[in-house]
Protein backbone atom coordinates (compact mmCIF):
# COMPACT_ATOMS: atom_id res chain seq x y z
CA UNK A 1 0.00 0.00 0.00
CA UNK A 2 2.66 1.94 1.01
CA UNK A 3 4.37 1.88 -2.40
CA UNK A 4 1.69 2.72 -4.26
CA UNK A 5 0.85 6.07 -2.11
CA UNK A 6 5.04 6.70 -2.60
CA UNK A 7 4.32 6.96 -6.64
CA UNK A 8 0.96 8.43 -6.35
CA UNK A 9 2.68 11.24 -4.21
CA UNK A 10 5.98 11.36 -6.30
CA UNK A 11 3.66 11.67 -9.96
CA UNK A 12 1.49 13.96 -8.22
CA UNK A 13 4.35 16.54 -7.15
CA UNK A 14 6.22 16.44 -10.77
CA UNK A 15 3.35 16.16 -12.79
CA UNK A 16 1.06 18.96 -10.67
CA UNK A 17 4.28 21.18 -10.72
CA UNK A 18 4.73 21.30 -13.76
CA UNK A 19 1.23 21.65 -15.07
CA UNK A 20 0.78 24.32 -12.39
CA UNK A 21 3.19 26.05 -14.67
CA UNK A 22 1.88 26.12 -17.79
CA UNK A 23 3.60 22.66 -18.87
CA UNK A 24 2.39 20.90 -21.67
CA UNK A 25 1.57 17.65 -20.91
CA UNK A 26 0.50 16.90 -24.33
CA UNK A 27 4.05 16.79 -25.71
CA UNK A 28 4.48 13.88 -22.82
CA UNK A 29 1.32 11.97 -23.24
CA UNK A 30 2.68 11.85 -26.59
CA UNK A 31 6.08 10.52 -26.40
CA UNK A 32 4.81 8.46 -23.70
CA UNK A 33 4.75 4.99 -25.44
CA UNK A 34 7.38 4.97 -27.52
CA UNK A 35 9.78 6.15 -25.26
CA UNK A 36 8.43 3.77 -22.86
CA UNK A 37 8.61 0.89 -25.12
CA UNK A 38 12.50 1.73 -26.10
CA UNK A 39 13.68 2.35 -22.20
CA UNK A 40 11.75 -0.73 -21.05
CA UNK A 41 12.75 -3.04 -23.85
CA UNK A 42 16.27 -2.62 -23.71
CA UNK A 43 16.05 -2.36 -19.67
CA UNK A 44 14.63 -6.08 -20.38
CA UNK A 45 16.96 -6.93 -22.77
CA UNK A 46 19.95 -5.86 -20.15
CA UNK A 47 18.34 -7.32 -17.57
CA UNK A 48 18.16 -11.01 -18.94
CA UNK A 49 21.64 -10.49 -20.30
CA UNK A 50 22.16 -9.58 -17.23
CA UNK A 51 21.48 -12.21 -14.84
CA UNK A 52 21.03 -15.89 -14.43
CA UNK A 53 17.83 -17.38 -14.74
CA UNK A 54 17.42 -17.95 -10.54
CA UNK A 55 18.56 -14.62 -9.92
CA UNK A 56 15.71 -13.16 -12.62
CA UNK A 57 12.86 -15.88 -10.68
CA UNK A 58 14.36 -14.36 -7.28
CA UNK A 59 13.92 -10.59 -8.36
CA UNK A 60 10.55 -11.39 -9.87
CA UNK A 61 9.19 -12.63 -6.43
CA UNK A 62 11.11 -10.17 -4.83
CA UNK A 63 9.59 -7.55 -6.72
CA UNK A 64 5.87 -8.87 -5.62
CA UNK A 65 7.09 -9.37 -2.08
CA UNK A 66 7.27 -5.32 -2.22
CA UNK A 67 3.84 -5.14 -2.48
CA UNK A 68 2.67 -7.35 0.32
CA UNK A 69 3.04 -6.19 3.89
CA UNK A 70 6.08 -7.83 6.22
CA UNK A 71 5.39 -11.34 7.78
CA UNK A 72 8.01 -10.43 10.20
CA UNK A 73 6.05 -8.98 12.76
CA UNK A 74 5.70 -8.88 16.67
CA UNK A 75 3.13 -11.46 16.61
CA UNK A 76 5.25 -13.70 14.83
CA UNK A 77 8.32 -13.91 16.76
CA UNK A 78 6.01 -14.36 19.68
CA UNK A 79 5.04 -17.49 18.16
CA UNK A 80 8.53 -18.49 16.91
CA UNK A 81 10.12 -18.17 20.47
CA UNK A 82 7.09 -19.92 22.25
CA UNK A 83 7.89 -22.95 19.38
CA UNK A 84 11.45 -22.49 20.41
CA UNK A 85 10.51 -22.48 24.37
CA UNK A 86 8.44 -25.83 23.92
CA UNK A 87 10.78 -27.55 22.25
CA UNK A 88 13.70 -26.64 24.46
CA UNK A 89 11.64 -27.53 27.48
CA UNK A 90 10.37 -31.08 26.29
CA UNK A 91 14.11 -31.77 25.10
CA UNK A 92 15.02 -30.68 28.78
CA UNK A 93 12.51 -32.34 31.07
CA UNK A 94 12.16 -35.21 28.68
CA UNK A 95 15.78 -35.54 27.31
CA UNK A 96 16.57 -34.67 23.86
CA UNK A 97 16.08 -38.05 21.99
CA UNK A 98 12.32 -37.07 23.06
CA UNK A 99 12.16 -34.58 20.20
CA UNK A 100 13.50 -37.11 17.59
CA UNK A 101 9.92 -37.49 16.30
CA UNK A 102 8.70 -33.98 16.19
CA UNK A 103 12.43 -33.26 14.04
CA UNK A 104 11.92 -35.97 11.81
CA UNK A 105 8.25 -35.22 11.07
CA UNK A 106 7.37 -31.57 11.40
CA UNK A 107 4.05 -31.42 9.72
CA UNK A 108 3.16 -34.36 12.03
CA UNK A 109 4.15 -32.64 15.02
CA UNK A 110 2.09 -31.03 17.42
CA UNK A 111 4.40 -28.73 18.59
CA UNK A 112 4.97 -27.48 15.40
CA UNK A 113 1.48 -27.72 14.55
CA UNK A 114 0.90 -25.39 17.44
CA UNK A 115 2.24 -22.46 15.66
CA UNK A 116 1.28 -22.71 12.25
CA UNK A 117 2.17 -18.97 11.62
CA UNK A 118 6.00 -20.42 11.69
CA UNK A 119 5.79 -24.28 11.72
CA UNK A 120 4.62 -24.26 8.45
CA UNK A 121 6.93 -21.60 6.68
CA UNK A 122 9.29 -24.29 5.17
CA UNK A 123 12.61 -22.51 5.70
CA UNK A 124 11.91 -22.13 9.42
CA UNK A 125 11.00 -25.37 10.14
CA UNK A 126 13.93 -26.85 8.22
CA UNK A 127 16.41 -24.45 9.74
CA UNK A 128 15.02 -25.60 13.34
CA UNK A 129 14.61 -29.32 12.46
CA UNK A 130 18.11 -29.93 10.87
CA UNK A 131 19.71 -28.13 14.20
CA UNK A 132 18.02 -29.90 16.86
CA UNK A 133 18.38 -32.93 14.71
CA UNK A 134 22.67 -32.57 14.96
CA UNK A 135 22.07 -32.05 18.64
CA UNK A 136 20.09 -35.37 19.31
CA UNK A 137 23.40 -36.81 17.72
CA UNK A 138 25.78 -35.36 19.67
CA UNK A 139 28.26 -35.44 17.41
CA UNK A 140 28.73 -32.07 17.38
CA UNK A 141 29.53 -29.22 20.04
CA UNK A 142 28.58 -25.68 20.12
CA UNK A 143 31.06 -24.39 18.62
CA UNK A 144 31.11 -26.02 15.36
CA UNK A 145 27.51 -25.66 15.34
CA UNK A 146 27.34 -22.23 15.66
CA UNK A 147 30.25 -22.28 12.95
CA UNK A 148 27.77 -24.10 10.60
CA UNK A 149 24.86 -22.10 11.84
CA UNK A 150 27.11 -18.68 10.39
CA UNK A 151 27.91 -20.39 6.62
CA UNK A 152 24.17 -21.54 6.06
CA UNK A 153 22.97 -17.70 6.91
CA UNK A 154 25.60 -16.28 5.36
CA UNK A 155 24.96 -18.56 1.72
CA UNK A 156 21.06 -17.20 2.44
CA UNK A 157 21.91 -13.94 2.76
CA UNK A 158 24.06 -13.97 -0.33
CA UNK A 159 21.36 -15.53 -2.59
CA UNK A 160 18.88 -13.15 -1.24
CA UNK A 161 20.68 -10.03 -1.76
CA UNK A 162 21.88 -11.33 -5.26
CA UNK A 163 17.95 -10.45 -5.98
CA UNK A 164 18.85 -7.18 -4.77
CA UNK A 165 21.70 -6.05 -6.52
CA UNK A 166 20.22 -7.16 -9.84
CA UNK A 167 17.50 -4.84 -9.27
CA UNK A 168 20.15 -1.56 -8.14
CA UNK A 169 21.80 -2.80 -11.60
CA UNK A 170 18.82 -2.21 -13.25
CA UNK A 171 17.61 1.28 -11.69
CA UNK A 172 21.50 2.42 -12.31
CA UNK A 173 21.10 1.58 -16.09
CA UNK A 174 17.96 3.34 -16.71
CA UNK A 175 19.22 6.64 -17.30
CA UNK A 176 21.71 5.56 -19.69
CA UNK A 177 18.94 4.15 -21.49
CA UNK A 178 17.01 7.18 -21.03
CA UNK A 179 19.58 9.21 -22.44
CA UNK A 180 19.59 6.33 -25.71
CA UNK A 181 16.10 7.16 -26.37
CA UNK A 182 16.75 11.04 -25.99
CA UNK A 183 19.73 10.18 -28.46
CA UNK A 184 17.52 8.28 -30.98
CA UNK A 185 15.25 11.34 -30.71
CA UNK A 186 17.51 13.69 -31.66
CA UNK A 187 18.57 11.70 -35.03
CA UNK A 188 15.31 11.54 -35.81
CA UNK A 189 14.77 15.40 -35.38
CA UNK A 190 17.58 16.04 -37.31
CA UNK A 191 16.65 13.77 -39.78
CA UNK A 192 13.44 16.19 -40.14
CA UNK A 193 15.54 19.97 -40.23
CA UNK A 194 13.65 21.68 -42.87
CA UNK A 195 9.88 21.64 -41.09
CA UNK A 196 8.40 24.30 -39.41
CA UNK A 197 9.87 25.66 -36.14
CA UNK A 198 6.67 24.55 -34.11
CA UNK A 199 6.75 20.68 -35.56
CA UNK A 200 10.57 20.62 -34.85
CA UNK A 201 10.40 22.15 -31.26
CA UNK A 202 7.80 19.51 -30.63
CA UNK A 203 9.91 16.67 -31.72
CA UNK A 204 12.77 17.66 -29.32
CA UNK A 205 10.44 17.97 -26.55
CA UNK A 206 9.67 14.21 -27.40
CA UNK A 207 13.57 13.53 -27.58
CA UNK A 208 13.77 14.76 -23.95
CA UNK A 209 10.99 13.18 -22.60
CA UNK A 210 13.27 9.84 -22.73
CA UNK A 211 16.17 11.51 -20.63
CA UNK A 212 13.39 12.31 -17.65
CA UNK A 213 11.16 9.20 -17.79
CA UNK A 214 15.28 7.08 -17.68
CA UNK A 215 15.56 9.51 -14.14
CA UNK A 216 12.24 9.08 -13.34
CA UNK A 217 11.76 5.56 -13.08
CA UNK A 218 15.12 4.70 -12.31
CA UNK A 219 15.10 6.73 -8.60
CA UNK A 220 11.39 7.05 -8.51
CA UNK A 221 10.76 3.32 -8.89
CA UNK A 222 12.75 0.87 -9.33
CA UNK A 223 15.78 2.14 -6.47
CA UNK A 224 13.21 2.43 -3.92
CA UNK A 225 11.64 -1.18 -4.59
CA UNK A 226 14.92 -2.21 -3.97
CA UNK A 227 15.87 -0.54 -1.10
CA UNK A 228 12.87 -2.01 -0.27
CA UNK A 229 13.25 -5.98 -0.53
CA UNK A 230 17.27 -5.20 1.11
CA UNK A 231 14.67 -4.20 4.04
CA UNK A 232 12.76 -7.54 3.69
CA UNK A 233 15.77 -9.62 3.20
CA UNK A 234 17.48 -8.46 6.42
CA UNK A 235 14.04 -8.82 8.23
CA UNK A 236 14.32 -12.66 7.01
CA UNK A 237 17.86 -13.05 7.99
CA UNK A 238 17.05 -11.33 11.19
CA UNK A 239 14.64 -14.61 12.09
CA UNK A 240 17.59 -17.02 11.56
CA UNK A 241 19.57 -15.55 13.71
CA UNK A 242 16.98 -15.02 16.85
CA UNK A 243 16.85 -18.99 16.03
CA UNK A 244 20.53 -19.44 16.41
CA UNK A 245 21.42 -17.85 19.12
CA UNK A 246 18.34 -19.53 20.75
CA UNK A 247 19.56 -22.97 20.13
CA UNK A 248 23.33 -21.74 21.37
CA UNK A 249 22.19 -20.39 24.84
CA UNK A 250 20.32 -23.76 25.16
CA UNK A 251 22.93 -25.94 24.23
CA UNK A 252 25.63 -23.60 26.66
CA UNK A 253 23.55 -24.90 29.11
CA UNK A 254 20.99 -22.28 29.61
CA UNK A 255 17.55 -23.13 30.66
CA UNK A 256 14.56 -22.82 27.84
CA UNK A 257 13.15 -19.43 29.28
CA UNK A 258 16.70 -18.18 29.57
CA UNK A 259 18.05 -19.06 25.94
CA UNK A 260 14.33 -17.95 24.51
CA UNK A 261 15.55 -14.39 25.89
CA UNK A 262 19.30 -14.97 24.17
CA UNK A 263 17.02 -14.67 21.09
CA UNK A 264 14.45 -12.06 22.07
CA UNK A 265 17.43 -9.88 22.67
CA UNK A 266 19.10 -9.83 18.58
CA UNK A 267 15.35 -8.52 17.14
CA UNK A 268 15.09 -5.12 15.50
CA UNK A 269 13.31 -3.08 18.55
CA UNK A 270 10.46 -2.48 16.27
CA UNK A 271 9.33 -5.81 16.58
CA UNK A 272 10.73 -7.49 19.58
CA UNK A 273 8.27 -8.32 22.32
CA UNK A 274 9.22 -7.14 25.21
CA UNK A 275 10.02 -9.49 28.36
CA UNK A 276 6.83 -9.67 29.83
CA UNK A 277 4.79 -9.73 26.61
CA UNK A 278 6.88 -13.06 25.99
CA UNK A 279 6.13 -14.43 29.22
CA UNK A 280 2.83 -14.10 29.63
CA UNK A 281 2.50 -15.53 25.48
CA UNK A 282 4.76 -18.38 26.55
CA UNK A 283 2.33 -18.94 29.87
CA UNK A 284 -0.57 -18.48 27.57
CA UNK A 285 0.47 -21.10 25.15
Known amino acids: ?3 IVGWLLALGCIFGVYIAHGGNIGVILHALPFEMITIFGAALGAFLANNQMKVVKASLKGLGE ?4 SKFSKARYL ?3 ALMYDILQKARKE ?3 SIEKDVEDPHSSPLFQK ?3 VGNDHHVTEFITDYLRMMVSGNLNAHEIESLMDSEIETHHQEEHAAVAAIARLAGGLPAFGIVAAVL ?4 TMGSVGQPPAVLGGMIGSALVGTFLGILLAYGFVEPLGGLLEQKVEDAGKEFQCIKTTLLA ?3 GYAPQVAIEFGRKVLFSGDRPSFSELESH ?3 K
Open 115 to 117: YPT
Open 95 to 97: GLM
Open 250 to 252: SMQ
Open 66 to 69: CFKG
Open 79 to 81: ELL
Open 185 to 188: GVVN
Open 1 to 3: MFV
Open 282 to 284: VKK
